[in-house]
């Protein structure tokens, strides 16, 4: 059966993207040398890395929470108890390449309050990056930012900890989703569930964009991310502070695979297009093949873009309103701001499928240039 083959080619892609997008702390952490100090630079002390701050006003409060949630992190911190400063929540793992390969528990880092030592190096967080210290956890800054050595972090951080358990939840669904085609035809268990979405994506994303001689060859990519982004951008909207497709090396590591696929699925044709496009004059053909060029690496740029920013924006606008129930000092406009709250809400429910369809659709249509058979009159 069709269903039950694309779900088997799933199960296999969806490794591949787990292994991909879990390196995705390589793309934004690279490993920077601090410079030589000058008589300018100050040192500061480790300080508690918390949004919440005395002296803050409401306003400054709210922004600084909304920059936090936003943020990857080296732990899950579900809350703060302020009576007690007590901070609930679990400790992921630390894995730095610094002299050697460091590995311990984030709890050492106490929420960003304390200095962590490994091995005779000591670490301390500074805006959720890991950067080198003394023992005191002396900071030097210049110009505002921190010059001390940032070591090469390949951190199980929020991020790739959910990347993980979203992987394995996928797996799990589909890999008994396929189980059960083999005692009927007739879908049962999550099968029920899958087989429509299945079909909609087959039917509605990948045959009209690619065509139904090549659509097959890509469908285990399509079902990948099309069933990863939505789910991943549903648990975005749960307190848990999960926001992988928040982050832009999450984004870029999908546009990237897009990228490599779609170049290496590129018949002559869809280069010829590129380089030397058919029926137009010799100089026209000079002129526009730079520009057709660039539009190859615009489109991966695109994609990673549209679906970082949308996502972004409707955690900013939701997590505003919110604020807005604190600063208001009216019944009327907390309980205005409580009502667009529910119905942003609501609306984020849709663009979390919204942007799954979108970023499927535009890959499918990427695909289908490269593989198009063009006839040349």
Same mark, same amino acid.
């Given at each position: 059966?069709?269903?039950?083959?694309?779900?088997?080619?799933f199960?296999?892609?969806?490794?591949?993207?787990?292994?991909?997008?879990?390196i995705?702390?390589?793309?934004?952490?690279?490993?920077?040398?601090?410079?030589?100090?000058?008589d300018?630079t100050?040192?500061?002390?480790?300080?508690?890395?918390?949004?919440?701050?005395?002296?803050?006003s409401?306003?400054?409060?709210?922004?600084?929470?909304i920059?936090?949630?936003?943020?990857?992190?080296?732990?899950?911190?579900?809350?703060?108890?302020?009576e007690t400063?007590?901070?609930?929540?679990?400790?992921?793992?630390?894995i730095l390449?610094?002299?050697?390969?460091?590995?311990?528990?984030?709890?050492?880092f106490?929420?960003?309050?304390?200095?962590?030592?490994?091995?005779?190096?000591?670490y301390?967080?500074?805006?959720?990056?890991?950067?080198?210290t003394?023992?005191?956890?002396?900071?030097?800054?210049?110009?505002?930012?921190v010059?001390n050595?940032?070591?090469l972090?390949?951190?199980?951080?929020?991020?790739?900890?959910?990347?993980?358990?979203?992987?394995?939840m996928l797996?799990?669904?589909?890999?008994?989703?396929?189980?059960?085609?083999k005692? =009927?035809l007739?879908? #049962?268990?999550?099968?029920?569930? !899958?087989?429509?979405? +299945?079909? @909609?994506?087959?039917?509605?994303? *990948?045959i009209?964009?690619?065509?139904?001689?090549?659509?097959?060859?890509?469908?285990?990519?399509?079902l990948?991310?099309?069933?990863?982004?939505?789910?991943?951008?549903?648990?975005?909207?749960?307190?848990?502070?999960?926001n992988?497709?928040?982050?832009?090396s999450?984004?870029?590591?999908l546009?990237?695979?897009?990228f490599?696929?779609?170049?290496?699925s590129?018949?002559?044709?869809?280069?010829?297009?590129?380089?030397w496009?058919?029926?137009?004059?010799?100089?026209?053909?000079?002129?526009l093949?730079?520009?057709e060029?660039?539009g190859?690496?615009?489109?991966?740029?695109?994609?990673?873009?549209?679906?970082?920013?949308?996502?972004?924006?409707?955690?900013?606008?939701l997590?505003?309103?919110?604020?807005?129930?604190?600063?208001?000092? =009216?019944w009327?406009? #907390?309980?205005?701001?409580?009502? !667009?709250?529910?119905? +942003?809400? @609501?609306?984020?429910?849709?663009? *979390?499928a919204?942007?799954?369809?979108?970023?499927?659709?535009l890959?499918?249509l990427?695909?289908?240039?490269?593989?198009a058979?063009?006839?040349d009159?």
């Amino acid at each position: 059966m069709v269903i039950r083959q694309v779900i088997m080619q799933f199960t296999r892609a969806l490794f591949f993207l787990a292994v991909l997008v879990l390196i995705q702390p390589v793309f934004l952490t690279a490993s920077e040398h601090s410079e030589h100090a000058s008589d300018s630079t100050e040192s500061t002390q480790i300080v508690y890395q918390e949004p919440a701050q005395d002296g803050m006003s409401m306003k400054q409060e709210i922004k600084a929470h909304i920059q936090h949630h936003l943020q990857d992190g080296h732990d899950f911190h579900l809350y703060t108890d302020t009576e007690t400063n007590t901070h609930v929540g679990f400790p992921l793992l630390v894995i730095l390449l610094d002299d050697g390969v460091q590995v311990f528990s984030s709890s050492r880092f106490h929420h960003g309050e304390s200095v962590a030592e490994s091995n005779g190096n000591f670490y301390a967080l500074h805006h959720g990056k890991v950067y080198k210290t003394d023992a005191a956890g002396t900071f030097e800054m210049r110009d505002g930012h921190v010059h001390n050595e940032k070591p090469l972090d390949f951190s199980i951080t929020k991020n790739v900890f959910s990347i993980m358990a979203f992987a394995l939840m996928l797996i799990l669904l589909f890999t008994g989703a396929a189980r059960s085609y083999k005692k =009927s035809l007739v879908p #049962s268990g999550s099968a029920k569930f !899958l087989e429509p979405l +299945i079909i @909609f994506v087959r039917d509605e994303i *990948a045959i009209p964009n690619i065509g139904e001689k090549h659509y097959k060859r890509f469908m285990s990519y399509l079902l990948t991310v099309f069933f990863f982004i939505w789910l991943v951008n549903l648990f975005g909207l749960t307190p848990l502070g999960i926001n992988v497709t928040n982050s832009i090396s999450v984004t870029f590591a999908l546009a990237v695979m897009t990228f490599v696929i779609t170049q290496f699925s590129g018949k002559k044709e869809y280069w010829k297009h590129i380089f030397w496009m058919p029926g137009v004059p010799v100089p026209m053909k000079i002129l526009l093949a730079p520009i057709e060029l660039l539009g190859v690496f615009i489109k991966p740029f695109a994609l990673l873009i549209r679906l970082y920013a949308n996502i972004t924006a409707g955690h900013i606008v939701l997590m505003s309103l919110i604020g807005l129930m604190f600063i208001f000092h =009216s019944w009327i406009g #907390s309980t205005l701001s409580f009502g !667009l709250s529910v119905f +942003i809400s @609501f609306i984020e429910l849709l663009v *979390a499928a919204l942007q799954a369809y979108i970023f499927t659709m535009l890959t499918a249509l990427y695909f289908g240039s490269a593989v198009a058979e063009h006839e040349d009159h």
